[in-house]
């Protein structure tokens, strides 16, 4: 009876075994392909903002958790449902409707709390087109209009930091005339 009770054990130690390396390669597997596929960005990036094409200039963080996009005169509709804001001049201008994907609290570098929402916006980062979530905040005072962080950043990015600007440059074309642009 003490060798069947052996048998199983030595069989059960086998399976797991087998099992937990599948998995570490499956792991080492996923992760070699990432590396593959992730795109190398530096610390600074130009990024266009679609569907405008309009290149600006992208502060990558990976010490803040969600990313940042400079917008103005944001004004909140339908119960707080949809926001409408309108990019500045170095954005393209374009004045913007979104829904409300979720409301963030973010606090800055300088230790202060506020409550923001937080929209879908699509970039093209070299030839790669994402859809990320972004804070919508006044951001006049920073040299950079939009900050990007960690979960925009995560699974699909490496970040040098001590590189910038490591996409290609990307040809735009000039911004059309402002208007409204809705979406989600």
Known sequence: MGTTRHRKLVWIVALLSAAGLGALAMMLAYGQWQRRHALHIGAIENVVLLPWNVSIAARVDTGAASSALDAREIKFLRGKKEVEFQLPERCGGHL?????????????????????????????????????????????????????????????????????????????????????????
Request: hydrophobic letters at 30%; proline letters at 6%.
């Open 96 to 184: 913007v409707r979104r829904r409300v994907h979720a409301w963030r609290t973010v606090t800055s570098s300088d230790g202060k709390s506020e409550e923001r929402p937080e929209v879908q916006m699509e970039f093209r980062f070299g030839d790669r087109r994402i859809r990320t979530h972004v804070t919508l905040t006044n951001r006049s005072h920073m040299r950079y209009p939009l900050l990007l962080g960690r979960r925009t950043l995560s699974n699909r990015f490496i970040v040098d930091v001590t590189q910038t600007n490591l996409l290609p440059s990307i040809d735009t074309t000039p911004a059309s005339s402002p208007g409204t642009l809705g979406g989600h």
